[in-house]
């Protein structure tokens, strides 16, 4: 069973910065296909950034510049680095998996409930 473990979330002004940590139990995480999701209070889930497992990464528009995706092997890790961080990006922040590169693209484009394994989220609160 994928076990994944977020942490790092927090509450921040805007402009400051965090950076998110997932860690995966049960699994290799270089052999899976990586994302982190976020959801707002009354909105949908949507898609942050991606990364393949040949490095091939991607962004949400909103977080072009400010968010960067990166994976620590040996640690067994995934990790969102936040800059400039602005109200709007107050969030439940969840990573997910899939073997399967277009299921994770797909859901990263909107159907993320075909990707196959969640984490259980941290909460990101930016204030003005």
């Known amino acids: 069973e994928v076990q994944l473990v977020e942490s790092g979330g927090g509450s921040v002004q805007a402009g400051g910065s965090l950076r998110l940590s997932c860690t995966a139990a049960?699994?290799?995480?270089?052999?899976?296909?990586m994302a982190w999701f976020r959801q707002a209070p009354g909105k949908g889930r949507e898609g942050v950034a991606y990364?393949?497992?040949?490095?091939?990464?991607g962004y949400a528009d909103s977080v072009k510049g400010r968010f960067t995706i990166s994976q620590d092997n040996a640690k067994n890790t995934l990790y969102l680095q936040m800059n400039n961080l602005k109200p709007e990006d107050t969030a439940m922040y969840y990573c997910?998996?899939?073997?399967?590169?277009?299921?994770?693209?797909?859901?990263?484009?909107?159907?993320?409930?075909?990707?196959?394994?969640w984490g259980q989220g941290t909460r990101v609160t930016v204030s003005s």
């Open positions: 997910a998996a899939d073997l399967k590169w277009g299921t994770l693209r797909s859901g990263f484009d909107g159907n993320w409930r075909r990707v196959a394994s």
């Open positions: 049960a699994i290799t995480l270089s052999d899976y296909h």
């Open positions: 990364v393949g497992t040949y490095g091939t990464t």
